[in-house]
């Protein structure tokens, strides 16, 4: 009778301590609550937010300005630390802190990083690198080549393709523009390489409503099944990049495809979540942009007719929400700053 009292009592506690054993942070660049109610209301019974059972607040103010930038929103999140705008895994001070990507590594978990905008651009940069200028766009690659990072998807080969030869030394698989034949390349690749980079764009990848078809969540399904296949754990960070820059035009229809897309996404990484039962997903944004308001959404009749209104064509100073779901997502409920979210994720390495 003790021994079982003792299991009953014990049993729900270790439940509770569980850890993940792999962490998928995905990242809607500019996306607010505004564009988050457009993303479930477009979608409907597929909406994959309304999945998640915990929600919290991210605060998003940085060290210099009440609205920060990708530089420093994406540093709060990467790094914990709170620096100026436009700094890239460095502090107010402009020393470099470490990412929790870079601490994941030291602590033998895969990583990886897929995005719609170049790799080099700003919140890939914040996971993967060391600069005072967010527009550093060679030394930030140089960086990457030199982070401990076993993935990379995105745009960008432009800046890669002097470091080629030393890429393939430090024994990455290399894909280029050529290689790349659109989304249904991924549905084809091996997961057996050290190391892999997938170029989908000289710059940036193109518009979700002007060709990039599923290149994201098609990426995301391989990048998961390509760290899932190594030994410990992995963490990977995955952004809808082009939300922000939809909200920075005011384009609603640019805004609607992009949000389609995120949804495709992070289903993608709730289906690895659910199958595999040891993982973390945590969806949140760096900041809102484009000030976005819902008047009237009218879906009847296979119709997207969409009354929203946009108050900027920059980013604002809202709260963002964060959405968690798997093993230690309880961490992530309450009003708590952007820094924390990476305080709640280092804690679940420890």
């Known amino acids: 009778m003790k021994k079982l009292l003792f299991l009953l009592i014990f049993l729900p506690i270790t439940l509770f301590a569980q850890k993940p054993q792999n962490i998928i942070l995905i990242i809607g660049d500019g996306m607010g609550f505004a564009q988050t109610s457009l993303m479930s209301t477009l979608t409907g019974p597929s909406s994959n937010l309304e999945q998640f059972p915990i929600i919290g607040i991210s605060k998003t103010q940085s060290a210099s300005n009440y609205v920060t930038d990708s530089g420093a929103g994406g540093t709060a999140i990467a790094c914990g630390v709170k620096t100026f705008n436009g700094a890239i895994g460095v502090g107010k001070d402009s020393i470099k802190v470490k990412s929790m990507l870079e601490i994941a590594a030291e602590k033998g978990y895969s990583t990886g990083i897929v ?126 990049s082009q939300i922000d820059w939809a909200g920075h035009n005011n384009d609603k229809e640019y805004l609607s495809a992009e949000l389609k897309d995120f949804n495709k996404t992070v289903g993608a990484a709730l289906d690895f979540a659910k199958k595999n039962g040891n993982t973390l997903v945590i969806i949140t944004a760096d900041h809102e942009t484009g000030g976005l308001t819902l008047n009237d959404i009218d879906l009847s009749n296979g119709k997207e007719q969409l009354d929203v209104g946009f108050s900027s064509k920059e980013h604002t100073g809202c709260w963002v929400p964060v959405f968690a779901f798997g093993l230690g997502a309880e961490k992530f409920s309450g009003i708590y700053q952007n820094t924390d979210i990476f305080k709640k994720i280092i804690e679940l390495y420890k």
Do not use: W
């Open 115 to 240: 995005v719609t905008c170049r790799i080099n651009h700003a919140t890939p940069a914040d996971f993967t690198a060391h600069e005072v200028d967010r527009n550093s766009y060679d030394a930030i690659a140089k960086d990457q080549v030199n982070s401990p990072i076993d993935l990379m998807i995105g745009g960008g080969e432009k800046y890669f393709a002097p470091m080629i030869n030393q890429m393939k030394q430090k024994g990455f698989e290399i894909k280029t523009t050529k290689d790349y034949t659109g989304p249904s390349y991924f549905k084809s690749l091996p997961t057996t390489y050290p190391k892999v980079a997938i170029f989908v764009s000289d710059m940036d990848a193109e518009q979700a409503n002007k060709g990039r078809g599923d290149m994201l969540p098609n990426a995301t399904e391989y990048a998961l099944k390509y760290l899932s296949s190594k030994a410990k754990g992995f963490f990977i960070m995955i952004e809808g």
